[in-house]
């Protein structure tokens, strides 16, 4: 590696040697594990990935062209790592979007814009945003300002204890409390208040949760890929499966609500729409405007997995086909955790893919997956089988 540029306000960049000038180079705001296989995926279709990591030992960084260290909230950072790239793209939407928003102005090429990202920002946004548009979406009460007494009149109108949810800044279950302690949650909600508006909301009766990605190129062209059930656990997606176990009629149900959604937040790029399953039908749960974790399985899954569209949605690219390549396909995530681990016995199960994201490990990080595709069922007992070798703390509910 050479450094190129010891300090440029905040940003310092490294560049690895790079023989591949002339290649449209892709930035990617974030060097988390999204970045990582997006990175992988930039390979295959010879584009340069750059990344601006918040550390040099960020997942991303081993694997891309060059990368820079800066923060994805300061604006002059984000400014010169613009300056650098054909086209920004976001591994995370923790940014600083009226910085994007004036470098789209400027006429760089970033996509999602920071309009769309403002919904996966900002929960209470995006809650209010698509009530407006009529897209079903559990109760709830927005507490701005905070103050006990709306506290527990919301939970009196619901007649149960209400979930909380921090507006911003929240992710994998962090500023989300699903709790049946009337108290637990009204402490919660009080020290979120302190630092980001509550959005309350009634606690639905989940029969399952499930996600679709859309991906809309720079053209408006849209893809979906099927419905897949998702399992959190603690707030964290633990397990993904395809197919969905939903009547066909529930999965179109799912399906159109994932694309009038996406008209909505109008995202070039990699769109998942998480969705509650309810006894009166689907509910919006939230949006992420990037590669989401419900679309892992589809690297070994799918003809084109969830990485290669957003890469060629956001670079002007023809999207690919979203078809899958087996009747089946089961990705768990690696969560880490204190149990040993054997690589070996892992990869010892057949079909089985090992997506290992280069992070330290930390308890209860997500550090990588396994995905196990095939015709029948045992995909699902492969993939569990696999974690339990590799130590994942999550936990499995054959
Ligand atoms: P994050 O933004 O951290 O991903 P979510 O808002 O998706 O958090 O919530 C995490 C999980 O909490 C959901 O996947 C679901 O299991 C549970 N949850 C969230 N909101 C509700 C709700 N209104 N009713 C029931 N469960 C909920």
Redesign the pocket.
């Given at each position: 590696m050479v450094l190129l540029g010891s300090k440029t306000g905040s940003v310092s960049v490294v560049m690895k040697v790079s023989q591949q000038q002339g290649r449209l180079r892709i930035g990617v705001v974030g060097g988390g594990q999204l970045a990582r296989m997006l990175g992988e995926s930039a390979s295959a279709l010879g584009l340069r990935l750059s990344v601006l990591a918040q550390r040099g030992d960020d997942a991303a960084v081993e694997v891309a062209a060059e990368f820079a260290i800066g923060s994805p909230q300061d604006g002059r950072d984000l400014t010169l790592f613009a300056g650098g790239v054909d086209v920004m793209t976001f591994d995370h939407e923790l940014v600083d979007l009226d910085a994007v928003s004036s470098l789209s102005t400027d006429g760089h090429h970033i996509y999602p814009s920071a309009a769309a990202l403002r919904f996966a920002v900002h929960?209470v946004y995006q809650r209010s945003a698509m009530v407006a548009a009529n897209i079903p979406v559990?109760r709830?009460c927005i507490l701005a300002p905070y103050s006990d007494d709306d506290f527990d009149a919301f939970a009196d109108l619901l007649g149960h204890v209400p979930?909380v949810?921090a507006d911003h800044g929240?992710?994998?279950?962090?500023?989300?409390l699903?709790s049946s302690s009337l108290d637990e949650a009204r402490d919660f909600a009080r020290a979120l208040s302190a630092s980001t508006t509550v959005l309350l909301?009634?606690?639905?009766e989940?029969e399952s949760?499930v996600a679709v990605i859309v991906v809309t190129d720079r053209h408006g062209n849209q893809v979906t890929y099927p419905v897949v059930d998702?399992r959190?656990e603690s707030?964290?997606?633990v397990e993904v499966n395809f197919p969905s176990a939903l009547s066909p009629a529930r999965s179109a149900e799912a399906l159109a609500v994932a694309r009038r959604v996406a008209e909505i937040v109008g995202a070039v790029g990699v769109l998942a729409v998480?969705l509650?399953v309810t006894p009166s039908g689907i509910l919006l749960?939230?949006v992420a405007a990037r590669p989401h974790n419900s679309g892992h399985w589809t690297i070994e899954g799918s003809v084109t997995s969830q990485f290669e569209n957003h890469l060629r949605a956001v670079s002007g690219l023809p999207l690919g086909s979203t078809d899958a390549l087996a009747a089946r396909a089961s990705m768990v995530n690696l969560v880490g955790s204190d149990s040993p681990t054997d690589l070996a016995g892992a990869l010892a199960i057949p079909g089985l893919h090992l997506h290992d994201y280069g992070k330290s490990w930390a308890v209860g990080r997500k550090l990588g997956h396994v995905c196990v595709i095939g015709d029948d069922e045992s995909v699902r007992v492969r993939a569990w089988k696999g974690a339990e070798f590799l130590g994942t703390g999550a936990a499995r509910s054959l």
């Amino acid at each position: 590696m050479v450094l190129l540029g010891s300090k440029t306000g905040s940003v310092s960049v490294v560049m690895k040697v790079s023989q591949q000038q002339g290649r449209l180079r892709i930035g990617v705001v974030g060097g988390g594990q999204l970045a990582r296989m997006l990175g992988e995926s930039a390979s295959a279709l010879g584009l340069r990935l750059s990344v601006l990591a918040q550390r040099g030992d960020d997942a991303a960084v081993e694997v891309a062209a060059e990368f820079a260290i800066g923060s994805p909230q300061d604006g002059r950072d984000l400014t010169l790592f613009a300056g650098g790239v054909d086209v920004m793209t976001f591994d995370h939407e923790l940014v600083d979007l009226d910085a994007v928003s004036s470098l789209s102005t400027d006429g760089h090429h970033i996509y999602p814009s920071a309009a769309a990202l403002r919904f996966a920002v900002h929960k209470v946004y995006q809650r209010s945003a698509m009530v407006a548009a009529n897209i079903p979406v559990p109760r709830h009460c927005i507490l701005a300002p905070y103050s006990d007494d709306d506290f527990d009149a919301f939970a009196d109108l619901l007649g149960h204890v209400p979930v909380v949810k921090a507006d911003h800044g929240g992710y994998d279950g962090r500023g989300v409390l699903v709790s049946s302690s009337l108290d637990e949650a009204r402490d919660f909600a009080r020290a979120l208040s302190a630092s980001t508006t509550v959005l309350l909301e009634e606690a639905v009766e989940l029969e399952s949760e499930v996600a679709v990605i859309v991906v809309t190129d720079r053209h408006g062209n849209q893809v979906t890929y099927p419905v897949v059930d998702t399992r959190q656990e603690s707030g964290m997606c633990v397990e993904v499966n395809f197919p969905s176990a939903l009547s066909p009629a529930r999965s179109a149900e799912a399906l159109a609500v994932a694309r009038r959604v996406a008209e909505i937040v109008g995202a070039v790029g990699v769109l998942a729409v998480e969705l509650f399953v309810t006894p009166s039908g689907i509910l919006l749960n939230e949006v992420a405007a990037r590669p989401h974790n419900s679309g892992h399985w589809t690297i070994e899954g799918s003809v084109t997995s969830q990485f290669e569209n957003h890469l060629r949605a956001v670079s002007g690219l023809p999207l690919g086909s979203t078809d899958a390549l087996a009747a089946r396909a089961s990705m768990v995530n690696l969560v880490g955790s204190d149990s040993p681990t054997d690589l070996a016995g892992a990869l010892a199960i057949p079909g089985l893919h090992l997506h290992d994201y280069g992070k330290s490990w930390a308890v209860g990080r997500k550090l990588g997956h396994v995905c196990v595709i095939g015709d029948d069922e045992s995909v699902r007992v492969r993939a569990w089988k696999g974690a339990e070798f590799l130590g994942t703390g999550a936990a499995r509910s054959l």
